[in-house]
């Protein structure tokens, strides 16, 4: 396991929201390269980065700051929010992207997946943003069922995904741990953990389950660290422990 920072745009800043809602901005970081280079110089092995202004609002203004995240750290970087075509998929990879996070793509029909997805391979990486057994997509406006999506994963032999439960994300409220043991009981995939972590007692629990399962490639945090809820050597103490 490890655990990556997450850095989320909206209007040129790095921002938090409150389950991806725009008017739920909670904080706000004028300058999203220095925070990438805070965390790059912090030690993090990479870096998770959401452009939420083109997720909801199809506004690509954030784009540029990507690249020039890409250009200015030495980590691997993946992306999303918007990229929601086989052009901005190759166009984030021809930057330089370590992969791209898709999710609103998924309700295309299985024969542009299977562009994607056979083309760029490990290079994408899909995106499960979780309710109440329903996947959110284009900025959690829309939901669609869970089965549909089970269903073309198995014939494009998805093997790894984001997995967010999106009812905690940014809230600050912790995990559900059974949420996440349902899912992982749902499939057979490897799963990145995001959405609602903000407790050393939240990191336990999921790396518990990781040592259980097998199946937990490691966490993806944003708000907690960047409030100081979680400290940063402490998570990584108890990620790295044997």
């Not at 490990?122 to 284009?138: H, Q, Y």
């Not at 600050?172 to 959405?195: E, M, P, Q, R, T």
């Not at 407790?199 to 399962?213: C, F, G, R, W």
């Amino acid at each position: 396991m490890i655990v990556i920072p997450a850095i989320d745009l909206f209007g040129m800043k790095a921002v938090r929201m409150e389950m991806g809602k725009k008017e739920k901005i909670v904080l706000e970081f004028d300058n999203p390269i220095e925070l990438a280079k805070y965390w790059y110089l912090k030690g993090a092995k990479a870096l998770h980065v959401v452009d939420l202004q083109s997720a909801i609002d199809n506004n690509d203004e954030n784009k540029e700051i990507i690249k020039r995240i890409i250009k200015e750290i030495d980590i691997p970087v993946e992306a999303g929010g918007g990229f929601r075509s086989y052009e901005k998929v190759k166009m984030a990879l021809d930057w330089g992207v370590w992969r791209v996070i898709v999710s609103s793509i998924l309700v295309e029909d299985i024969n542009f997946l299977k562009r994607i997805f056979y083309e760029f391979k490990e290079k994408v990486i899909p995106s499960l943003d979780w309710k109440e057994g329903k996947i959110g997509i284009k900025g959690w406006k829309n939901f669609i069922e869970w089965e549909d999506i089970k269903e073309k994963f198995e014939i494009l032999n998805i093997k790894e995904v984001i997995f967010t439960d999106i009812s905690r994300d940014g809230t600050l409220k912790g995990i559900d741990i059974s949420h996440i043991n349902k899912f992982l009981n749902l499939n057979d995939w490897d799963i990145w953990v995001a959405g609602g972590i903000s407790s050393i007692d939240d990191v336990i629990k999921i790396k518990e389950l990781a040592e259980k399962t097998g199946r937990i490639k490691g966490i993806i945090v944003g708000r907690a660290l960047l409030e100081g809820r979680l400290d940063w050597e402490e998570v990584n103490q108890i990620i790295n422990a044997r």
